[in-house]
């Protein structure tokens, strides 16, 4: 089946920590997204990327870094600069085409303590 | 900029219609959508707008103003399962990025 699967659900981390957060779709497309979401607060994106090898920040890249080496794949960084790095964080993909919407994955819960 | 609102909270009673509005201002525009979040799950698209007028999917309809720049959401027929936060996103002038409001919280009671 097609889609995007982030892993894991959960995730614990101690204060100064990096920690990955892991994004893969197999629905072909060109465009991947990482947002990040708080209690009553709509989706803020953090990164972008349009093709393999590029990425572009978001409104709130501070703290966070990417790469996209395969079309595939788009891992999140949270690092230890992260001032308040606990949320949930979604990853999305869209197709070419302005009229297309965007997938979204499961979603990874970050605790940092 | 990029500038979304909606409601923060609606409570509406099974079976009944209730619409929810969305206002955007944009540097240019591109589209109109609505997203279904439940709590904890991601968001899953409900809707597309780009030219002005309503768009019926069911229980669901979005309509587009891009004069007044204004969406709104219609559902009918509520059901509890419809008890979710709706979020209004809209994309810019030759952009793929969306920009989100903050979610409108929608409460379904017997």
């Known amino acids: 089946d097609g889609g995007i699967t982030q892993s894991p659900k959960y995730l614990f981390r101690k204060e100064g920590q990096n920690v990955t957060l892991s994004c893969e779709q197999n629905?072909?497309?060109?465009?991947m997204y990482w947002y990040r979401q708080d209690p009553g607060q709509g989706l803020r994106l953090i990164y972008y990327?349009?093709?393999?090898?590029?990425?572009q920040k978001g409104d709130i890249a501070e703290g966070y870094s990417v790469s996209r080496e395969k079309k595939e794949s788009f891992p999140l960084t949270v690092t230890s600069a992260q001032k308040n790095p606990t949320a949930f964080y979604l990853c999305?993909?869209?197709?070419?085409?302005?009229?297309?919407?965007?997938?979204f994955g499961p979603g990874t819960r970050l605790t940092v303590t | 900029g990029q500038n979304i609102d909606q409601p923060t909270e609606m409570t509406a009673t099974e079976g009944a219609i209730v619409q929810i509005n969305c206002t955007y201002q944009?540097?240019?525009?591109?589209?109109l959508f609505w997203y279904q979040q439940h709590a904890g799950e991601a968001p899953t698209f409900l809707s597309y707008?780009?030219?002005?007028g309503l768009e019926e999917k069911g229980r669901f309809s979005s309509f587009l103003s891009r004069s007044k720049g204004y969406s709104y959401l219609l559902l009918k027929e509520l059901q509890m399962k419809d008890s979710a936060s709706y979020l209004c996103?809209?994309?810019?002038?030759?952009?793929?990025?969306?920009?989100f409001g903050k979610g409108t919280k929608l409460s379904v009671i017997p």
């Open positions: 999305a993909s869209r197709g070419q085409g302005i009229a297309y919407e965007q997938y």
């Open positions: 629905l072909n497309h060109d465009a």
């Open positions: 990327s349009q093709i393999v090898n590029d990425f």
């Open positions: 944009t540097s240019g525009f591109n589209g």
């Open positions: 707008n780009v030219l002005d």
């Open positions: 996103a809209a994309s810019g002038a030759g952009s793929y990025q969306l920009t």
